[in-house]
């Protein structure tokens, strides 16, 4: 079982950026498809990009619209996040998780295919 640690989260003003990064301990990222989610109060988590052992990524059509990058340091067996053009609407608690199994490419956005959950890293968005 793979164990996560979310951080980088904070506050911004609109139009700002922030890289959120999940540090993976306890297996190789390799052995992982990865995803990040997010929770605003009061709603339902939503899928907002993934990445898998290949490399292979998606975004939430959505909300994203070219504002958000995952990436991954194999090295540091972290998965990034980089977020820009950040607007109030992205505010949340952002959370990564993995599933050692293949997900399939199309539900990669979805919560039910991952396992593994990190504790999350709040952003709040506000001028």
């Known amino acids: 079982q793979v164990q996560l640690a979310e951080s980088g989260g904070g506050l911004v003003q609109p139009g700002g950026s922030l890289r959120l990064s999940c540090v993976a301990s306890?297996?190789?990222?390799?052995?992982?498809?990865m995803g990040w989610f997010r929770q605003a109060p009061g709603k339902d988590y939503e899928g907002v990009s993934c990445?898998?052992?290949?490399?292979?990524?998606?975004y939430s059509d959505e909300f994203v619209k070219g504002r958000f990058t995952i990436s991954k340091d194999r090295a540091k067996n972290t998965v990034y996040l980089q977020m820009n053009a950040l607007k109030p609407e992205d505010t949340g608690r952002y959370y990564c998780a993995a599933e050692r199994r293949r997900v399939t490419p199309w539900l990669c956005l979805q919560t039910t295919q991952y396992n593994d959950w990190g504790q999350g890293t709040q952003v709040t968005v506000s001028s």
């Open positions: 990445i898998s052992s290949a490399d292979a990524t998606r």
């Open positions: 306890g297996s190789p990222l390799d052995d992982y498809d």
